[in-house]
C-alpha cells in the first residue's frame, strides 16, 4: 500500500459537530488517556470540553484529507509535560499509519513552545500501544509510563536579528519620526552604494516597488509585460494594477531563470512594453542575453539577489530599473518594504512623487506606498549584515550539496548547480519521480519545514510552458538561512533523505 500523506491541525470550536460525529462511530481509543466514554452524550460534552477549555490541546489527524484521528493533550503534574491520549477512527488504525500519526501530532504540539514533553500512560498490559509509542519516539520511564521530549520545529525561514536591530528600532521610536523620514533617506542612499546605481526610492513592498517601476517606465492599460511563467504572483498583480497585461515566458530548466529562447513566442502576440527579469532562487537572470532578443525597458528583480556582481555589474544596476523587497523572508528582513533602483532620474523622481498621494491631485495610480522610518531602521541594519549572511548562506548551500550529493541519483532528486556564481537565497532540489506534496508532508512530520517556494497562480488557458509547469510540479525548498544550526541543517538533510527513500518504496 502507497503511503499515506498525513496531516494535523488544531481542532477549533467548529470542529464541534465532526467531534460529535466521531463519538458515534464507538470505541476509538488505541492508547493512554481513554477519549471515548460509554456514554455518548458524556463523550460529546468531553469533545466540547476540549475545544473550549484553554488548559486542554486538541488536534486533529487527517489521511490523505479524510479524518482519522484526535490527541488530546492535557496538564500533567510536571508544569513542563502534558499528558497525551489519542484516539482513531477504526479505519485507520493500521500499524505502519499509526507512529506516523503521531509523530505528526507531536511536532504540531511542539509548535506551542510551552509544551517542552509529552507523557502517555499505558492500560497495563498494553503491549499493542507500547510498540506504537515506542515506534513514535517515546520511551519507557516507568511502569506503564512513556515520554517523549519534543524536537523544536525547524522552520523554513527564520530571521537574522540581533542587538543592531533591537537598538534601531529603539532609537527611531524615541525619535518621533516614525513614518517615512530621515532613516528612509540614509537606506536610500545606502541602498545606492550597494546596487551601484544613481538613485534609490524606497516604499512600502515589493510588489509597490514593481507597480511604480513599471509606470514610471510608462507601462499603462492595453500593454503587454513579459514575466517568467514560474514566478511569484506579485509579479502578475504589480501588471494586472497597471491596466497591463502579464505575457508569460517559460524559463529555463536548471537555473529556473527566464529563458531568453522563449521571448519570442510571447512576443508573437503583440507589442511588448518591458521585461520582468528574476534573479530567481538567487540565481542572476541573463540581461543582456534578454535584451539581445527584446529591446526594451528591463526591471530586475533583485527580492531573491542582492550584493553581487554579475555580468560585470552589480545586481540591481544592470536593468532600466531594479527593485528590492524587505519583507520577513527575503534576503534583507524588515518585515515589510520595498525599493525601487535606478541610474535613470526621471524614474526614481516618477517613483518618488507616485509613492504619496498627499497634496496632489486625485489620480488613482497615487496610493500609500511609503516606507516608515522603522522598516527603514531595520532593513540598513540588514543591508549592513548582508555580506555575512550570504557568506553563511554560500556555507550552508556547501554542506547541504556535501550530504545530499551521494544519493541524488538513487533516490531520484536533482541538486542545484553550484559551481555558477549565485546568492544562494533558496536551496531548491528537484524531485524526479515523487509527489512533493508527499515529500513535504513527511519532512513535516518529522519537524522539518519544506516548501513549494512558488504558487502557481496561472490561469486556466494560459500557453503551456513546459519547464515553469514541471517547477510547480516538483521544486522543494529545504531550510536555508544564516541562523540554521549544523545539526538543525543535518535533521533537515536526513528527513529529505528518508522521504524520498520511503517514496521511493512505496
Same mark, same amino acid.
Given at each position: ?17 465532526? $467531534? ?31 475545544? @473550549? ?5 486538541? !488536534? ?11 490527541? @488530546? ?15 482513531? /477512527? ?11 500519526? $503521531?509523530?505528526?501530532?507531536?511536532? &504540531? ?5 510551552? *509544551? ?17 509509542? &515506542? ?14 521530549? $519534543? ?9 537574522? %536579528?540581533?542587538?543592531? =536591530? ?24 545606502? @541602498? ?17 516597488? /514593481? ?18 511563467? +514560474? ?32 521571448? %519570442? ?10 521585461? *520582468? ?26 527580492? %531573491?539577489?542582492?550584493?553581487? *556582481? ?16 524587505? +519583507?520577513?523572508?527575503? $534576503? ?16 526614481? =523622481?516618477?517613483?518618488? &512623487? ?35 549572511? !550570504? ?15 551521494? +544519493? ?43 516548501? %513549494? ?21 516538483? !521544486? ?31
Amino acid at each position: 500500500m502507497a503511503s499515506q500523506w498525513v496531516t494535523v491541525r488544531d481542532a477549533q470550536e467548529g470542529d464541534a459537530a465532526l $467531534l460529535r460525529s466521531w463519538c458515534a462511530a464507538g470505541e476509538m481509543a488505541i492508547a493512554g488517556r481513554r477519549l471515548v466514554m460509554p456514554d455518548v452524550s458524556d463523550a460529546q460534552a468531553r469533545w466540547r470540553g476540549g475545544l @473550549l477549555d484553554p488548559g486542554l490541546l486538541l !488536534l486533529l489527524i487527517s489521511l490523505d484529507g479524510a479524518p482519522a484521528g484526535v490527541v @488530546l493533550i492535557a496538564p500533567h503534574a510536571d508544569p513542563a509535560a502534558r499528558a497525551l491520549g489519542v484516539a482513531v /477512527l477504526p479505519d485507520a488504525a493500521r500499524a505502519e499509519t499509526l507512529p506516523r500519526m $503521531l509523530r505528526a501530532a507531536c511536532v &504540531q504540539a511542539a509548535a506551542h513552545p510551552e *509544551i517542552k514533553r509529552l507523557c502517555v500512560t499505558l492500560a497495563v498490559g498494553d503491549a499493542v500501544g507500547e510498540t506504537v509509542f &515506542q515506534a513514535a519516539g517515546f520511551r519507557a520511564c516507568g511502569p506503564g509510563e512513556m515520554e517523549l521530549a $519534543l524536537p523544536v520545529p525547524i522552520p523554513h525561514n527564520r530571521l537574522t %536579528h540581533g542587538e543592531p =536591530e533591537s537598538l534601531a528600532v529603539a532609537e527611531t521610536l524615541a525619535s518621533g519620526r516614525w513614518a517615512q523620514g530621515p532613516r528612509v533617506a540614509a537606506l536610500e542612499n545606502a @541602498l545606492c552604494t550597494a546596487g551601484g546605481v544613481a538613485h534609490a526610492a524606497c516604499v512600502a513592498s515589493g510588489v509597490s516597488a /514593481l507597480r511604480l517601476a513599471l509606470l514610471a517606465l510608462g507601462v499603462g492599460p492595453g500593454a503587454r509585460v513579459i514575466v517568467p511563467a +514560474y514566478s511569484c504572483v506579485a509579479l502578475a498583480n504589480a501588471v494586472l494594477a497597471c491596466g497591463a497585461e502579464p505575457a508569460l515566458a517559460d524559463v529555463d530548466p536548471e537555473t529556473w531563470n527566464i529563458s531568453p529562447e522563449t521571448l %519570442h513566442r510571447a512576443m508573437q502576440a503583440g507589442p511588448v512594453a518591458a521585461i *520582468i527579469a528574476v534573479n530567481t532562487f538567487g540565481a542572476p537572470a541573463p540581461i543582456r542575453a534578454l535584451r539581445a532578443v527584446c529591446d526594451v525597458p528591463i526591471v530586475e528583480d533583485c527580492a %531573491h539577489a542582492f550584493g553581487m *556582481i554579475a555580468e560585470n555589474a552589480p545586481l540591481g544596476a544592470r536593468g532600466d530599473a531594479a527593485v528590492l523587497s524587505f +519583507y520577513a523572508t527575503k $534576503l534583507m528582513g524588515a518585515g515589510e518594504g520595498g525599493a525601487v533602483l535606478t541610474s535613470r532620474r526621471a524614474i526614481a =523622481e516618477r517613483v518618488a &512623487q507616485w509613492r504619496d498621494y498627499g497634496d496632489q491631485p486625485a489620480q488613482g495610480g497615487r496610493l500609500n506606498d511609503k516606507m516608515t522610518d522603522f522598516e527603514a531602521a531595520l532593513a540598513l541594519c540588514q543591508l549592513d549584515r548582508l555580506p555575512r549572511m !550570504l557568506a553563511a548562506r554560500q556555507a550552508l548551500a556547501q554542506r547541504y550539496a556535501a550530504r545530499l550529493a551521494p +544519493y541524488a541519483a538513487s533516490a531520484g532528486f536533482v541538486l542545484p548547480a553550484m559551481e555558477a556564481p549565485r546568492v544562494w537565497y533558496r536551496y531548491v532540489v528537484g524531485l524526479r519521480r515523487q509527489d512533493a506534496r508527499r515529500i513535504i508532508a513527511a519532512m513535516h512530520d518529522a519537524g522539518v519545514h519544506a516548501v %513549494h517556494p512558488v504558487t502557481d497562480w496561472r490561469r486556466p488557458g494560459d500557453a503551456s510552458c513546459p519547464n515553469a509547469d514541471a517547477a510547480y510540479r516538483s !521544486l522543494i525548498s529545504l531550510p536555508l538561512y544564516p541562523t540554521l544550526t549544523e545539526p538543525e541543517q543535518d535533521r533537515a538533510a536526513e528527513a529529505f533523505l528518508r522521504a524520498c527513500v520511503q517514496a521511493a518504496g512505496s
